[in-house]
């Protein structure tokens, strides 16, 4: 299973990015997606989530500014990230909770290799 992140890049403070990724391989079904972020020097944080059903949640500092969406038929997230600020710089993530055509039974988490927003003026 591959993860594949795109959509990154520099924007000014309140410009809007939007991130996607697709999921690929021996896929049987996928449960949460999400997206996370790194900023230099910081730990990984959660950012949002979305679950199959599309019940999603964020993280307090992006409420209200960013989106998440998916579409279970190929396997496919996105992140509409809107009046972004510098705080926002990050290498952001794509997360997802799979269960694989060879191990159904059973979810795994994969990571993309992740994507750089840069937020400066």
């Known amino acids: 299973v591959q993860l594949v992140e795109s959509g990154g890049g520099l924007v000014q403070p309140g410009g809007s990015l939007r991130l996607s990724c697709s999921a690929s391989g021996s896929i049987f079904s996928i449960n949460d997606m999400g997206w996370y972020r790194q900023a230099p020097g910081k730990q990984r944080e959660l950012a949002a989530t979305i679950t199959s059903d599309g019940d999603t949640h964020y993280i307090d500092s992006v409420k209200g500014r960013f989106t998440i969406s998916r579409t279970n038929a190929n396997h496919t997230v996105h992140l509409q990230m809107n009046d972004l600020k510098p705080e926002d710089t990050a290498v952001y993530y794509c997360?997802?909770?799979?269960?694989?055509?060879?191990?159904?039974?059973?979810?795994?988490?994969?990571w993309g290799g992740g994507t750089l927003v840069t937020v400066s003026s």
């Open positions: 997360n997802a909770e799979v269960r694989t055509t060879w191990a159904p039974y059973y979810s795994v988490d994969y």
